[in-house]
């Protein structure tokens, strides 16, 4: 029987009343350890690199270099780090350049403990989440026809009937296992699609599929 682990965390925020509780918060939750924290989008990047955690929670506005700036560098080097966004920002500039950087998760800071432990727990089962305070907004937002909506809905057809099956069944919340189970192929296969839609439809997270799903109709629930 193998040993339970928490689900390790790096907290970077650059206010540090913000990091103390966010750590006082997390520290008597059985399921995560803060293994570190960051003030800065580069010390992030730095942290990211040495102490490999499984989730990152991220501010957006911070000094030297940005949250968004460090998501997006995180995700090239380390795809497999999950990240959080914890701010005040609702405006859609910052919801949709946060979700295009690579985010797996967006909380308010305004937002309740149980929806950002919520957040971490769905984005370590391999799923987006996105706080309930702007999840219409963003449906709403790409299903108003901007450009870079109306770019993306006009490229669907480039994908196979099969990578639309798999872009259907990650908006619904499927991890690889279950999609290979239930499309009765390998998972590298699904792997292989998955990577293949994202390259296609100039997609870098979970969360941007997901959104991409809603607005083309794969995913109506």
């Known amino acids: 029987m193998s040993e ?5 965390i790096v907290i970077v925020d650059d206010h540090t009343l913000m990091r103390n509780g966010l750590e006082a918060m997390l520290k008597i939750e059985a399921d995560y350890e803060v293994v570190g924290v960051a003030s800065d989008g580069r010390a992030a990047i730095l942290a990211a690199a040495e102490l490999r955690p499984d989730i990152m929670l991220m501010d957006l506005n911070m000094p030297r270099t940005s949250g968004i700036d460090a998501i997006s560098q995180i995700k090239r080097q380390f795809p497999e780090i999950k990240i959080v966004a914890l701010t ?50 963003v449906v709403a937002g790409y299903l108003s026809g901007g450009q870079e ?32 189970s239930y499309l ?30 809603i607005q083309n109709g794969f995913f109506t629930d």
């Open 184 to 213: 009765s192929l390998s998972p590298k296969t699904i792997e292989k699609h998955r990577t293949n839609l994202m390259k296609k439809l100039d997609l870098h997270s979970v969360s941007a599929v997901t959104v991409y799903a």
């Open 149 to 180: 909506a109306e770019k993306k809905a006009a490229s669907w057809e480039v994908l196979t009937e099969r990578e639309r099956e798999v872009i259907k069944l990650i908006a619904e919340g499927k991890r690889t296992k279950e999609i290979a």
């Open 88 to 137: 005040f920002h609702k405006e859609d500039k910052h919801i949709y350049a946060t979700l295009e950087a690579g985010a797996d998760g967006y909380v308010l800071k305004d937002d309740s403990r149980d929806e950002l432990l919520s957040a971490l727990s769905t984005v370590a089962r391999g799923n987006s989440y996105l706080s309930p305070a702007i999840c219409g907004k």
């Open 4 to 8: 339970y682990k928490p689900t390790r």
